[in-house]
């Protein structure tokens, strides 16, 4: 805590000249505490993602498509085609790609509602190494003015804080965070918002599984010497579940005729799965997970019209709706904080022209712009995002 109480002790100083009028407020309550996630990521991501295959495909299409999307630098308008930022992006760690560490990013986004990036640095201070950390370690620890005096990682019980700078609020670790209304420090995970829809569609999942399992035997009661005033002794019963346990549970005994000595009569007790309509609630449940994610229910397997037209524009939907507008927020708070380390006039983009399924609109604004006679040739490569040609400036 050498760390903190350094900061602590030089921060008042610095924040009388710049700090919120109501950041102290959000503070006060946790001042030089680690602050926990409201939420448990092991248990949402355990339910959520290992024990659902729509939360995972929707997690993975999002996440993987924007892993795919190459990295563009520009110093000023000119596009620079080898630099050490995109070296450092093409292969972050020794252990890790480009790929790899874009699709953790995101992953743990997706998940959590938090990422974290820890940067760590040469002696001339330039970063050579960038690695993703496991959200559920990682516990924000609040300054005077509402930013973070540093970031607590806790791994098997051992801590080491990650200091921030109480003004600016610059630090080796990068916090991305979804929207979180109910939250100053953490963001919030579409899990949360499709909790019920999720819980829904694992139950009616374990339902079927244990109905299978059962060979398909609907739940009742078996009545015996009805009306006759007499009853089994309890020998008699445990022997008679037995042999129905025997006779009739199981899939290898599904569809056995059963055959019992006495007077007995069964009545059936528990709803068909077609009186609750399971396969109509899984499939509600499936699109509301899939709406929570903003992914097109048809790229997730929900049935419906699934013509190769529909299915090509579902695709272009997810890009055009999801994966472009998160790939834009992390490409804006890497150049805010990765970028300006390696220079204050470089700006890191996305190859929009490399991504499939966006070839019908990058197809139109082409088309578009080869009949606008009224632009120059440079104001031309400019709207599609290429650097100007020499003489390019004339009609």
Known sequence: MNILSKF???QSSKIAQ???SVGSMVAYNSLGQPVWTPRNYEALTAQGFRKNVIVYRCVNLIARGAASVPWRLYKGDQEVVSHPLLDLLQRP???????????SILGYLLLSGNSYIECVK????????L???????MRVVPSFNGLPLGFEYT????????????????????????FNPLSDWYGMSPIEAAACSIDQHNTVAAHNLALLQNGGRPSGALMVNQGQGQSLSSDQLTDLREDLRKLAEGEKNAGRMMILEGDFKW???GLSPKNLDFIEGKLLSAREIAQAFNVPPMLVGVSGDSTFANYK???????EDTILPLLDYLTDELNVWLSKQFGEDLRLSIDIDAIPALAPRREEVWAKLSKADFLTLNEKRKAVGYAPLEGGDTL
């Open 131 to 137: 690695y993703a950390l496991r959200p559920d370690r």
């Open 267 to 269: 009545q059936e007790m």
């Open 18 to 20: 710049k700090a919120s």
């Open 313 to 319: 524009e579902a695709r272009f939907h997810l890009w």
């Open 8 to 10: 602590r002790k030089n």
């Open 93 to 103: 760690s020794a252990c890790q790609g480009g790929s790899a560490f874009i699709e």
């Open 155 to 178: 791994v098997d019980s051992q801590k080491k804080i990650i200091p921030a700078d109480p003004v600016t609020g610059c630090s080796n670790i990068l916090h991305l965070k979804l």
């Open 122 to 129: 040469n002696q001339e201070e330039i970063p050579k190494e």
